[in-house]
């Protein structure tokens, strides 16, 4: 799989894709809200003329009960209410007209003196007034030649003896209500159907209009036989469109952020591995070298050796027995480069015991001690009271040990403080080394463990590499901090057997 076709495939998991589902689950979300918010506005609209018809039936009603109770005092005189008739008309501009009936349905007198003498008995609710004794509202609208629709509202006004006496009946007018609807909602569709489905007015849909039955919603009137019928507003698709496109730019850009952002770190983690394997590599390489040059050179420092102990037999000479211990410490120096090489090769090619780690310290402590003296360096261990039994090789635990020592001693020249402990922390055994020397940079604190670094004169660059190698190789891990000019902090974590 090469790497174009690598970027591609996750350009399309982290980008493509989640943009797509994305925005279908936007489109998805978006379209029903839209459609919940249309149906809750139509829902608002009908409630808003629900409760205005509601209250226009019970003022209406209340009107009557009024203008009854009068009634019921002048059953003799009918006539005489007509002022009252007239004065609660002119009150209110809702009124067509309001009227007294006989019992048999023609009018006696009213508010409108055109409709003085017209019969009403043949009127639906008229007969049910009369039968019921009983308010009753009108199931159809009434036109008159005049062109005029009403609405008619019926009561009964009953005698002493609990007989009909007169029929009040008051007509709404359809057109002022409409005019009224019109301006409460002047964008909605809406009309006020009987139970037989009949149409009795329409609002803002101009007469020829229909409305959309399926796109619809329908409140019953309280104090009326009709439902008021309200059409869903249309979809706008157009800002619904507008909203997906916003979302979709918004998913591409925090899609393109988390891609970069992944490539990012998938960046990183390939470098660090080929930070890691270019170390793997050096040290394979330096440990292919040590096994097949390290006994050859071994071979002839050792003739150097005896040779050089021959001569310092015969030439007893100061300055000579000076160069003979010269020569000496550098072939010591060359052996010890050498034992490192092997170590890097075959860090774990001796056996391991379980031993208690503070036999090691107590083995070294009178070489460290000797050499924090001629240091001028104040040296502390500290040991727990019971053993810390550790799996590792004993020579090479030392040899850890005294590496790390000699570097803290090495960076306090001009004197100072080495503490060592060894304390049991959970399932692990820590070794911490506390040096007060001159400490190590932070810009090069992450290379010391790299092979061949080292900020010696003299130095190989093997020694810390080594140690982590060993370490490593117990199962353990090695950290350090140091601070310029404050000192070095080593923490060595082995496992317990």
Not at 71 to 99: C, F, N, W
Not at 222 to 227: A, E, G, I, K, V
Not at 307 to 320: C, M
Request: hydrophobic content about 40%; some cysteine; proline content about 4%.
């Amino acid at each position: 799989m090469n790497i174009r076709y690598k970027n591609f495939l996750l350009y399309l998991i982290i980008v493509i894709l989640p943009t797509v589902c994305g925005v279908l689950l936007y489109y998805k979300e978006a379209v029903e809200n839209d459609k919940a918010q249309r149906t809750n506005d139509a829902l608002w609209v009908a409630s808003i003329h629900q409760k205005s018809w509601d209250q226009l039936i019970g003022e209406t009603v209340t009107s009557l009960d009024m203008i009854a109770l009068m009634a019921e005092t002048v059953i003799d005189s009918p006539t005489k209410i007509l002022p009252l008739l007239q004065s609660t008309h002119m009150k209110d501009p809702r009124y067509g007209g309001i009227y007294l009936l006989g019992q048999d349905g023609k009018v006696i007198t009213g508010s409108n003196a055109n409709l003085i003498g017209a019969d009403f008995s043949s009127n639906e609710y008229i007969k049910e007034i009369i039968k019921s004794q009983d308010i009753i509202i009108s199931n159809h609208l009434e036109k008159f030649e005049n062109g005029h629709k009403v609405i008619g509202i019926g009561e009964p006004v009953i005698d002493n003896n609990g007989k009909l006496a007169f029929i009040l009946v008051a007509h709404l007018r359809v057109d002022y209500i409409q005019n009224i609807m019109r301006l409460l909602t002047p964008d909605a569709k809406l009309s006020i159907v009987n139970p037989d489905g009949t149409m009795m007015m329409d609002i803002n849909m101009d007469g020829s209009a229909k409305m959309d039955e399926t796109n619809s919603i329908s409140l019953p009137i309280d104090r009326l036989p009709w439902s008021i019928k309200v059409e869903v507003p249309k979809r706008s698709l157009a800002e619904i469109n507008k909203n997906i496109l916003y979302f979709a730019v918004l998913m591409l850009f925090v899609c393109h952020i988390l891609f970069l952002f992944i490539k990012y770190l998938m960046l990183r983690r390939k470098a660090k591995r080929v930070i890691k394997e270019n170390e793997l590599q050096k040290l394979e390489l330096v440990g292919t070298l040590a096994a097949s040059t390290a006994h050859e050179i071994r071979n002839p420092l050792t003739g150097i050796k005896g040779l050089v102990q021959l001569l310092s037999e015969k030439y007893t000479n100061t300055q000579d027995q000076y160069y003979f211990s010269v020569i000496n410490d550098e072939v010591n120096r060359i052996n010890e480069i050498v034992s490192e090489f092997l170590i890097l090769g075959k860090p774990t090619a001796q056996k391991t015991e379980c031993i208690d780690i503070r036999s090691v310290f107590t083995e070294l402590e009178p070489l460290i001690q000797s050499e924090a003296n001629l240091n001028n360096v104040d040296y502390d261990t500290k040991l727990p009271a019971g053993p810390i039994y550790v799996d590792c090789t004993k020579d090479q635990l030392k040899q850890v040990l005294l590496n790390l020592t000699k570097n803290a001693l090495e960076a306090m020249q001009g004197g100072g403080q080495l503490s060592v402990t060894l304390k049991r922390s959970a399932n692990k055994c820590q070794i911490e080394i506390i040096d007060t020397g001159i400490g190590i940079p932070e810009e090069k604190i992450h290379k010391i463990f790299e092979p061949f670094y080292t900020s010696k004169d003299l130095g190989t660059g093997l020694g810390l590499v080594v140690c982590k190698r060993i370490i490593e190789s117990f199962g353990g891990e090695i950290k350090i901090e140091s601070e310029v000019n404050k000192g070095t902090n080593v923490n060595i974590f082995l496992p317990i057997c």
